[in-house]
């Protein structure tokens, strides 16, 4: 073995040359570690401040505009706030939700299976170390075109990872997004969601107290993967003729995640730690760092006592490791027999690596040799923050300015019936039961709706019924067309989805995906997103919990459209009035909620049809989305309807033919002079019901100010509209069901017959 | 009446098992693989899930779990058994039930509503059910392929060992459609589909899956 750069060796070696550019950091960020330390650092600590600074774990381009979210006004509802692994919020009856969404972009187009595979791992980990069960999934997917080639490598490997890890995990997927755009080719974007439930007084935070206590780490061995995942590859661009990047993956082993949940439920429960952080992205340079820094300051690690998959690896190379399924807890030493004993039961490896020290340095040694001694605060807490220069892009004026409105419309019955399929069958309008199916949804037994469902709807508590919806919602073309409108329409829709299914809306999350912050256009999208986002949810009154950011998802100098991931979380007091999407009985009246205005700017009607993104997005107009949000309550308390679908991509169209097919039952409807503006529209605010006492329902929309336009009645197994035709749903159904195996492959035939969500006759 | 649900690690649907046993009139009583403790139940349910994973055969390793031992000794004299997807494969890892679960043919997890027949209604789990009955549960799995040697497969059928089969499709290619098996003292029965997410209509597809539970009660009190 070569010499250890010790602390001591590195004071005497000021001058040595230091790989910081390959690390992913800038000249004057590796002058400022200098400053900080009064010496060069050694390789070790070197290490720790790459990753920790990096893009992905600083968040030094987008901490300036973050900032918006926590101003917004304290919410009652909020009991942990932003700055801890995932926020916390009140739902009633002593219960507390977190839930929080994350990015694995760039580790899934390395390598599509397991990048997504982890990536559900990181986010169910830190939900779990709020103190929390996790109790549901959900995954937000864009790829490139479908029928691109490189599509069919990425999406396959993907939903099986999500659904490998997830499956294995026990927790339902219950609901998500999938969407195309060329812009995605070289960058798709996985985003993952998860959701715990825990009594208020379980709720655990990442920080280490108490001098003397015990810093363990337990979960798997260290192993050699995922060095530099956050610097090298989250927090940089794709370059064509770039060295191979897949060393820079994880590699996932859901049962021994699935093990270390069980044993971290049991060590809250018995109350044996006081601190917990898990070791995702910067593995245990974040992990010792930033349960440092927010506890009194003082760590020392042993670094040899880290159990390695492989013993020939460096300090620094332990100290970056993102190897997967890992947790380190801080335990008073009267409780560390206990704790160890809870983790043998579970066969999880739990090795004390250290303890927490007087004073304010993070310490570690390596054979008894002293290679890092660092304040932890520079390191997690007061990394670089830059005010990156913004542009608003130069072609933007040029892209409003291309109006759709220009755009041929059908006119005749066999076009808007031929543009209707068109939407219905493109990848983004098909079915998704090719990714869904693949999904466990059942799992734990306390799932009331998933996805095709608008919200994905889960019962916390089976004695007193009360549950949580979710939702998550990201359409890129209207945040191409103005960025700011863009995210308070993702916004708007999220709240919408979780308002249909009877819940009430209460608390927002995010996932901000965006190109490389060193782009001015980029950065000034980003920007306006944040803005947008922050003042839309001070209209409507919800806190931001939490969120992640993913920057440089961009190759070469193209980057993706901004793609803000919205999740709104809602409250079901009682999940037996959930109301489905989908037209179960016949005879109910069909009432469309809101107003409908000719906006087809970043329509899903013009992108399909014409392959068209310009003009405005729909205008926003959250009091209506509120007052919209108020009547669905209602009407779900009420029990006043029997369906609710909220209308967004490809508007009443997608929205008819989606509550039609759901269970096989048609409708006979009349939507006025303009089929084409009525069916095609994306305006927002609105939403189709159906009801047996459409009276009530027009009563209770005047009292919340909402508009009522009826337009039919269900029945029979065509949907029928008046000067459009008679579309029979056999026929709809094999068009939007034939898309997805068409482009990735149909599991043979072994098909069967009974379609997804249909009722069963017993 | 005390039904025994067995937590392996890597058991996913083990409070689902509990819930369907309490939701039927049952007691359930949660077991562990690793100690040599009945608890006096009167029936074992092995739940689904991924236990070590399925990182060698799905069931392999749980088949070796100490609690087995004890469950094949009273299975053998009798005692009602459930296996529900990896509960099957672990009951056909232990030897108590023919065949072995593979994976899918079109190599994909599908997690989909199933209509099922019930070949057979004079089991310990399944005499609630009238024969020929067709019922509808959940099914996900990615290593529920049913096989056996053809010689094999036509003795299963002869005997009338097939429980119950999958009808309108098949989701994983098993042969002769077999969803599930019995012992031939019809008191151990193996099924790759799962009742117990189908006890309750709020969050099943229906509550056809609550009869292998009624139907153990009542075997259970005649045993």
Known sequence: MSQIDTVEVAAKT????????????????????????????TTAELAMYSVMWSEHCSYKSSKVHLRQFGDLPRSEALLVGIGENAGVVDVGDGYAVTFKVESHNHPSYVEPYQGAATGVGGIVRDILTMGARPVAVMDSLRFGRADAPDTARVLPGVVAGVGGYGNCLGLPNIGGELLFDECYAGNPLVNALCVGVMRHEDVRLARAEGVGNKVVLFGARTGGDGIGGVSVLASETFDEHGPAKRPSVQVGDPFTEKLLIEACLEIFAADLVTGIQDLGGAGLSCATSELASAGTGGMHVDLDRVPLRDSTLTPAEILMSESQERMCAIVEPAKVADFLAVCEKWDVLATVIGEVTDGDRLTVDWHGQRIVDVPPRTVAHEGPVYERPLRRPADLDDLRADDPAAL??????????????????????????WVTEQYDRYVRGNTVLAQPDD??????????????????????????????????????????????????????????NFGSPEEPEVMWQFAEAVRGLADACRDLGLPVTGGNVSLYNQTGDVAINPTPVIGVLGVHDDVRTRVPTGWRAEGETVLLLGETRPEFGGSAWASVVHGHLGGRPPAVDLAAERALGELLGALGREGLVGSAHDLADGGLAQALAESALRYGTGATLRVG??????????????????????????????????????????????????????LPLDGLRAAWTATLPALFGTPEATVGTVPAGAVPSS | MRI??????????????????????????????????LAGVDAVVLPGGF???????????????????????????????????NGFQVLCEAGLLP?????????????????????????AWTSAYAEAQEIVVPVKNGEGRYVASPAELERLEGEGRVAVRYVGGNPNGSLGDVAGVTSEDGRVVGLMPHPEHAVEDLTGPSTDGLGFFTSVLKAAVSA
């Open chain 2, 4 to 37: 025994g649900v067995i937590t392996f690690p890597g058991s996913l649907d083990d409070v689902d098992a509990a819930r369907a046993v309490r939701l039927a009139g049952g007691e359930p009583v949660s077991l562990w693989h690793a100690s040599h403790d």
């Open chain 1, 455 to 512: 919200a994905g709807v889960v019962r916390i508590d089976e004695d007193t019924h009360r549950g949580i919806a979710l939702a998550l919602d990201g359409n890129a073309r209207f945040a191409r067309l103005d960025p700011y409108a863009g995210a308070q329409l993702n916004l708007a829709e999220a709240y919408r989805n979780v308002a249909v299914s009877g819940a009430r809306p209460l608390a927002v999350t995010n996932c901000l």
């Open chain 2, 51 to 85: 236990s070590y994973g399925d990182y060698l055969r799905a069931g392999a390793i749980a088949a070796r779990a100490p609690l087995m031992r004890d469950v094949v000794d009273r299975a053998r004299q009798g005692m009602p058994v459930l296996g529900i997807c």
């Open chain 2, 99 to 123: 065949g072995a679960l593979t994976r899918n043919s079109h190599l994909h997890f599908r997690n989909r509503d199933q209509r099922l027949r019930i070949e057979r209604a004079d089991t």
């Open chain 1, 408 to 433: 041929p419309r059908p006119e005749t019955p066999e076009e808007l019936t031929a543009h209707w399929l068109a939407v219905l069958a493109s990848p983004d309008g098909a079915d998704k039961t």
């Open chain 1, 14 to 41: 000021p001058d040595d040359e230091q790989p910081w550019a390959e690390l992913g950091l800038e000249s004057d960020e590796y002058a400022r570690i200098r400053d900080i330390l009064g010496r060069r650092p």
């Open chain 1, 673 to 726: 002079d303009d089929p084409f503006t009525a069916l095609f529209s994306e305006s927002g605010a609105r939403a189709v019901v159906t009801t047996t006492d459409p009276e009530a329902v027009r009563t209770t929309a005047e009292w919340a100010g909402v508009a009522v336009t009826e337009l039919g009645t269900t029945g029979g197994d065509v949907l029928a509209v008046e000067g459009v035709g008679e």
